[in-house]
């Protein structure tokens, strides 16, 4: 188990005026196949095999547009529809030839096509051997999708505390004994104050015990809710903000990791650089769910503010 908890991903904004399918662009939003990334991670990551998957994107597509098939769809990828239907319902294997097509289809590229094709290949293998390397490569590929928030949830982001327990029980086995897990934390706390943050925890059903009476988290990665209110956002980037201003002062730079950079860009480039950072912020998660025993909880702050700009700034919210 592992444990990130992400804030401030935004879904990556769609273009183009027809669909892969060669329809008309049905003005919903999107084109039909091309769902988005973040809607696409968030299926593909957690997809238990890629029938379940094809499956899955078919369905979600048909209730945007009833009209579709698989007659239509076999046409687009040239195959039989009753085939298609086949591989839908786990009975028949997609071929390797048209692992590419699906993936155009679907609008997967990347890591994300080469991670389907390894799911079909992993499905199809063989061998023990066969399998166990298509995992492997799966797993360096695969991207953890945070799990979003409920609406009740939310107060979740009101304290730095509950962000660093709910991760750091993932380092070992804790029960009741807050005063102890409080001396863990940086900066240290009062047993109360543990106390009553893993009861919060406990009741917004994020972290439950196990068979044995130790606390687990109950989901790896959480993420803000998307629409969630600024306001609950900005306290909480406020509070790890604060945090790295002490641990300037509390730990020797061999503890931690301060360095910032101010550069030059255009509106384009900034909007690379924002996907750079959120690459780097997925990165850091698939590394972290690798670990087989972690033994500490670091926060990671990323912040790219203006410093002086030509034009004029947007107003803030």
């Keep these: 188990m592992f444990g990130i908890d992400s804030l401030g991903f935004k879904p990556a904004k769609l273009s183009g005026s027809s669909s892969v399918l060669g329809l008309p662009f049905d003005g919903r939003g999107y084109d039909i196949g091309c769902m988005g990334d ?3 991670d968030e299926h593909l990551w957690t997809a238990i095999g890629y029938r379940e998957f ?3 994107w078919f369905e979600r597509e048909k209730a945007h547009r009833p009209g579709l098939s698989l007659t239509m ?5 040239s195959m039989d529809p009753s085939l298609l239907g086949k591989i839908f319902q786990a009975e028949r294997h997609l071929a390797t030839s ?12 990347g890591s994300r096509a080469e991670y389907f094709r390894h799911l079909v290949l992993h499905a199809k293998s063989k061998t023990a051997r066969e399998a166990q390397a298509c995992f492997e490569r799966m797993q360096e590929l695969r991207r953890i999708a945070p799990v979003p928030l409920e609406d009740a949830q939310e107060s979740y982001w009101d304290r730095w505390i509950h962000v660093a327990l709910r991760s750091f029980l993932i380092c070992g086995d804790f029960g009741d004994d807050w005063g102890a897990l409080g001396a863990m934390l940086c900066p240290p706390q009062g047993a109360s104050a543990v106390k009553l943050a893993m009861r919060t925890l406990e009741r917004l059903g994020m972290i439950r015990k196990d068979s044995q009476g130790y606390w687990r988290p109950t989901e790896p990665f959480v993420r803000d809710r998307q629409g969630s209110p600024s306001r609950a956002l900005r306290n909480y980037h406020r509070q790890c903000l604060l945090l790295a201003l002490e641990a300037l002062e509390r730990f020797d730079p061999a503890r931690r990791n301060i360095s910032s950079v101010a550069f030059t860009v255009d509106e384009t480039e900034y909007a690379h650089v924002v996907g750079m950072i959120e690459d ?3 990165r850091v998660q698939t590394r972290s769910a690798k670990l087989a025993r972690p033994d500490r909880v ?10 002086a700009s030509r034009g004029e700034l947007p107003p803030s919210d």
């Design 54 to 56: 094809l499956a899955g």
């Design 98 to 109: 048209r692992i590419q097509p699906v993936c155009d289809l679907v609008g997967l590229s």
């Design 38 to 40: 973040s809607r696409l």
């Design 73 to 77: 769809l076999g046409r687009k990828l």
């Design 280 to 282: 780097l912020r997925s």
């Design 298 to 307: 670091v926060q990671l702050n990323l912040q790219l503010i203006p410093l």
